[in-house]
């Protein structure tokens, strides 16, 4: 799990510096991922920060995510990238908090996460935090959603609250 969450990390750096390659002008595709692209609603202007259901269909799910995100594997999960989003889903392992209390406990004590967010839903749980690592400030978000009786895990880690922001939103749209 801390090896996907290290890779999740660099690919959101990765994707950082996309940001900038797009503001300076740099129109090559360095470093796509093969995959299936989110395509914003041919009756709305794309424009960035726009957001389009994105099939994942190895999972059967869909999620809305920005126009041009891509699903790729990484792992055995799946993992959703675009321009200021990075978010891993897959099915909870045996690992995965069975509770949002257990949750809460493991990102204390583990991450010694702060300014803790916490929502219930319906079928399961988004949380979000912040802990500092070695290169700073991350922001977590860590969703836990039951679809037809199947758990599944949502979540990403980023040195930037913007995407925090944008990766609790895809997965608070995550549905069947």
Known sequence: MKLKIA????LLALGACKD??????DKSNKGDTAGKTAEVDKGEKSKEGAMAPLKIEKLGLTMD??????????????MIQAPGL???????????????A???????????????T????????????????????????????????????CGTTSPNPEHQATALAACKSLRK
Not at 65 to 78: F, I
Not at 87 to 100: C, H, R, Y
Not at 102 to 116: C, F, N, P
């Open 7 to 10: 890779v999740f990390a660099a």
């Open 20 to 25: 900038k390659e797009k503001e300076s002008g």
């Open 65 to 78: 995510a920005p126009a041009g995100a891509k699903v790729s594997e990484l792992a055995g999960s799946q």
């Open 86 to 100: 990075v978010v891993g889903i897959e099915e909870a392992g045996q690992f995965s908090a069975k509770t949002l």
């Open 102 to 116: 257990a949750e809460i406990e493991d990102l204390k004590s583990t991450y010694s996460g702060t300014d803790v």
């Open 118 to 153: 916490q929502e219930e839903v319906e079928n399961g749980w988004h949380v979000t935090f912040i802990n500092k690592g070695g290169m700073g400030k991350n922001y977590w978000v860590k969703s836990h959603l039951t679809f037809d009786g199947k758990v599944y895990t």
